[in-house]
Structures are given as C-alpha cells and as structure tokens.
C-alpha cells in the first residue's frame, strides 16, 4: 500500500481488497465502470460475505459524470456508510478507480483505496485482460448478468 502523498489512501491488491471486506463489516467496494461493463463483463460478487457492491459509474458514454458524487453520497446515506470506513474503488485496471478514490478523499473520506489491477487487469502481450491480472485472474467471487 502506498501513503497520502498521492491524495489517497493507496493501492491494494484484488486479494487484498476481498480480505478487507471479509474482515470489516464496514468495508465497501465501490465499481466504478459503465453500465455495459457491469452488463457485459461482470461484477464482483460479494454474496457470500451478506454484500453487494456499490455500482457508480466514474464515466458514462457521454464523458465524465457529472453527477459522480452526487450518486456516491446518496448511495452512502442510504447504506449508512461513515467517513471512516474502508472505501475500496475498482474498476478495468485501476485508472479510473484511482481518480475516484482521490475525489472521494478530497469530500472527507479517509480510507479510500484504488484496487491497483482493477476487474480485468493489465493487457497481456496479445493485448488482451484478464490473462495477468485483476480480480478475475486472482479467482475472486464474480458474476455476469
């Protein structure tokens, strides 16, 4: 994990993000992919842990999201969700999780973190995800609609 300077909290790991949130009931993790993504890629399935993760899209097919914010707090009001508690952003390879992490630290949440590999991990030699790393290569919980 890496410190402050980068106005977050750091990087963890797919493994390391999935231990949190089996271990810290307050522990949430936060997609920030587009809808398609969800639809079409899959999400992390935290069933077995009594979870669901938070799906706020960072980007939209229009550009940026306007409303990113927004969105996340109405999401952590209604789940009660304290500035304190473990923030664990994911999304394909971790650049744009990495972005919400540090806007969701500059609104006054202390423990935001970028899951560094994302959902489908960096490209491989053939330019392909999903064959390095990322959640789905570490074997984690995951599902498709």
Known sequence: M???????AGDVTPEEAWQRLSDDATAVIIDVRTQAEWHFVGVPDLSSLGKEPLLVQWVTSHGPNPDFMTELMREFDARDVATDAPLLFLCRSGVRSKNAAIACTQAGYTACFNVATGFEGDLDDAHHRSTVNGWRVAGLPWAQS
């Open 2 to 8: 890496t410190g402050f300077a980068q106005g977050y």
